[in-house]
């Protein structure tokens, strides 16, 4: 005995309907309700995983109308059929559907899609002096890849680590990392050249045990050494006192 424009039935069966009007009029139908038990089963899906900036079509193989949701709540689809494609820029994201017919609808089923994101090399611009010999190193967790352009084609080794020698221009090299089948964007590191003028000396003839002054003139620190070898230096300064 329910007074209302519409009800809810859980069994088949016959439902009386009656109306009665503001003048007291009434008239009576009946319903015959039946109760039809669904074969209908969730579409076959499985787990995805891609890499970041590719995109996808997933599949549900089903008979049936299969409705993709982003929520397991029947009616809240936002696409139908057997395949869905996505396009960047494409999250880690639970998917969820389900099949239907103009009756019935299947239990839901659900898949992850995940999305492997693969970050470049931590690198750092760096210098050395001309003529000099430098190790680069970057950081990361993935294989890097070492190339002279921002391209897989100039790809000429890996590893974290990459040795110079004799330094005498300034170069750029291009890192990528990868991981499996997916990889990072390009990243970069310069290697500055610094340029070190020669001292301007000249030679010089003194008398025996005779004190004397030897001078050089230069931009940059000034260091004496009685080798041609860097780091035997004895004194530093434009001007040097021989007693």
Known sequence: GDTTSSIYVSQSGTVSLHVQSPLGCIDSTAVN???????????????????????????????????????????SYFHTGDTLTLSPPISTQWLY??????????????????????????????????GG??????????????????????????????SLTAVTAPVKYYLQSRNGSCFSGWDSIEVAVVLIADPITSDTTVCGNVPFTLHATGPDTILWSHVNAYGQAFHSGPALTVP
Do not use: K, M
């Open 33 to 75: 309700v039946t109760e039809i038990t669904s074969s209908l089963v969730a579409p076959s899906v499985q787990d995805t995983t891609i890499c970041d900036g590719t995109s996808v079509t997933l599949i549900a193989s089903s008979p049936d109308t299969v409705r993709w949701c982003t929520q397991p709540v029947v009616g």
């Open 97 to 130: 559907v389900y099949v239907q017919n103009s009756i019935c609808h299947s239990p839901i089923d659900s898949l992850l899609l995940t999305v492997t994101t693969i970050d470049p090399p931590v690198t750092q611009d760096t210098f050395v002096c001309t």
């Open 133 to 162: 010999n430098i190790q680069l190193q970057v950081s990361c967790n993935d294989t890097v890849y070492w190339s002279t352009t921002p391209s897989s084609g100039g790809i000429f080794q890996t590893g974290l680590t990459l």
